[in-house]
């Protein structure tokens, strides 16, 4: 089993930690540069809550513009892989979304927003043609032809919506060579620049939606931007078996429950490849018995072994390499067999790789 | 809040931003809807997750989406900018162009800024300070050739947890942005200077 000293979570490693961590309690988690976005502090909406909005009377977007701000409403609820709140369009919203000349965001805002979590939003996006100091807004939805140089109302509006969820900017390597791990971004890009179009969130998105809104399904995969421990225990039905009888194992995979893990502490991992591991009773080396099928209850793996003398188990759980939790070990299970009783004993029924031996009570 | 509605200016700083004033008033607003927003139903996570499915294979058809509460909001909340950032090299003191910035339940995006033009020489060491001061998690500094700012394959000039403080681009014409976290959990912001290194 995977523990840490400090039960802090592996995913802020490096110099930072020590100052991050010196922040108070009712601080959000850590954050250090390059990990999960950080978040607001105010909170999250309640889990899959359906936030409805409408266009802000006066200032409706055109056709468009309308098109991609649904479609990136859309990409919310097909990549937050969580239960973060989804964003539907309804006539009678509550959360008005706007367009043009009268957006209230700063001078060099293309677009903006403001939450009241779990309440309410409000969103802006500028108008096509606003003269910056920078330059004049492009956005592409409004052009056959996309021109370079041109803003994704689909990208821009993930972004946004991204920001009503909870997710704060991206902190991303100085060089942005990691800017595809985030759609909430410092800063945004245009055509043709690599991600500019992106209408998926980014790993980096999916860890915090994932910390603050849990997952959608104990077997939906982690975000390769967490790093999260896992926990892995071992138990058996018997720890003394009758010469020949039989034992069910039972393993069970969390999360480990760290404070830092925030919804994700203490989850259920299942669906995911455990292993039972076995040596006799006094050797050391460990063999592979088989994969453990899932068990009745979320997170459990089980198998039965029929023994004939003692025998030390262990579940093993290997690191995925696609999702961002660890792998972890079980503390070990001696479960010891009666000596053969009745006369001849069924010497082909052991296990070949173990020597015959009686086990003492 | 009221220290975001007095943003004070230095002799001789740039005001790029003209919009400051008239938004910070509704900081005060906005800060204690903020305030709110983190009441009953908002309260987050727990280590345990109470709300969390309880199957093999929950999905969000297990969970009905949580019904919308009234909001106590009766007012529109506005856009709070962070603080000014400050760049310092000798004599040299310009006030960045504010980006992108999530801040106090609000936020806007940008593109990576030209800047506030102001002249260094080759590699200066330059420091950059919060007006008014807040805390800084952690930094970042890096540089964009001005004539290329939507390639933007930006070369590294720092980062940190203290104070901001980094040697200058080299000899040419760049754009810098200093990318500041908040402590506190405030927030961050990117901020950008149009630096003649010579």
């Not at chain 1, 239960?83 to 805002?109: E, L, M, W």
């Amino acid at each position: 089993m995977n523990t840490h000293p400090s039960h802090q979570p592996r995913r802020f490693p490096g110099a930072l930690l020590a100052g991050l961590l010196a922040i108070g309690a009712s601080a959000p988690a850590p954050i250090t540069a390059h990990g999960p976005d950080p978040v607001f502090a105010g909170g999250p909406f309640g889990q899959n809550k359906v936030l409805e909005f409408r266009w802000r009377t006066g200032a409706v977007p055109p056709s468009a513009i309308r098109t991609a701000i649904l479609a990136g409403a859309q990409d919310v609820t097909e990549s937050r892989a969580s239960r973060a709140a989804t964003f539907v369009y309804a006539t009678d919203g509550p959360n008005p979304i706007g367009y043009g000349v009268d957006a209230t965001c700063g001078s060099n805002g293309i677009a903006c927003f403001t939450r009241t979590a779990p309440y309410s939003f409000t969103m802006w996006f500028r108008e096509q043609g606003h003269v910056f100091d920078w330059g004049t807004l492009k956005w592409c939805q409004m052009y056959t032809t996309a021109p370079n140089g041109c803003y994704d109302v689909e990208n821009v509006a993930l972004d946004e919506f991204g920001h009503v969820e909870i997710l704060a900017h991206h902190v991303n390597h100085a060089s942005g060579s990691d800017y595809r791990d985030a759609v909430v971004q410092t800063y945004s890009r245009t055509k043709p620049s690599d991600g500019y179009n992106a209408h998926v969130f980014g790993r980096c998105d999916v860890a915090s939606l994932q910390r603050e809104y849990d997952m959608l399904s104990w077997s939906a995969k982690y975000s390769t931007c967490l790093d999260l421990d896992t926990a892995l225990s071992l138990s058996a039905s018997s720890t003394w078996l009758a010469y020949g009888g039989s034992v069910t194992l039972t393993a069970s995979l969390k999360v480990t429950d760290y404070d830092t893990y925030d919804r994700l502490g203490g989850n259920p991992v299942a669906g995911r490849k455990v292993t039972l591991q076995y040596r006799p009773v006094g050797i050391s080396t460990w063999s592979s018995i088989g994969t453990m099928p899932a068990g009745a209850t979320s997170g459990t793996y089980v198998l039965s072994q029929t023994q004939t003398s003692g025998r030390d188990y262990r579940a093993v759980f290997s690191a995925p390499s696609d999702e961002g939790i660890g792998g972890a070990t079980s503390g070990v299970v001696t479960v010891r067999v009666d000596s053969c009783q009745a006369s001849p004993c069924p010497l082909s029924a052991l296990d070949p790789n173990e020597p015959v031996k009686e086990e003492p009570r | 809040m009221s220290l975001y509605a007095s943003a004070r200016r230095r002799a001789g700083a740039r005001v790029p931003r003209a919009t400051r004033a008239a938004t910070a008033a509704f900081g005060l607003l906005l800060g204690a809807a903020a305030c709110s927003g983190s009441g009953p139903t908002g309260a987050p996570a727990s280590a345990t997750p109470s709300a969390a499915p309880v199957s093999a294979t929950p999905g969000p058809s297990i969970t009905a989406p949580t019904p919308a509460a009234a909001s106590p909001v009766t007012s529109e909340p506005a856009l709070i900018e962070p603080p000014d950032a400050e760049l310092q090299s000798g004599a040299v003191v310009g006030i960045g162009a504010l980006g992108s910035f999530s801040f106090r339940e609000t936020g806007q995006s940008a593109p990576w800024l030209a800047g506030t033009p102001i002249a260094l020489p080759e590699a200066a060491p330059i420091e950059v300070d919060l007006d008014p001061a807040l805390p800084v998690d952690s930094w970042t500094a890096a540089a964009v050739p001005s004539t290329k700012l939507q390639e933007i394959a930006a070369v590294s000039l720092g980062e940190g947890t203290g104070p901001i403080r980094f040697d200058g681009p080299a000899a040419g014409s760049w754009s810098v942005m200093v990318a500041v976290r908040f402590g506190d959990g405030l927030g961050s912001a990117s901020y950008f200077w149009a630096v003649t290194a010579e």
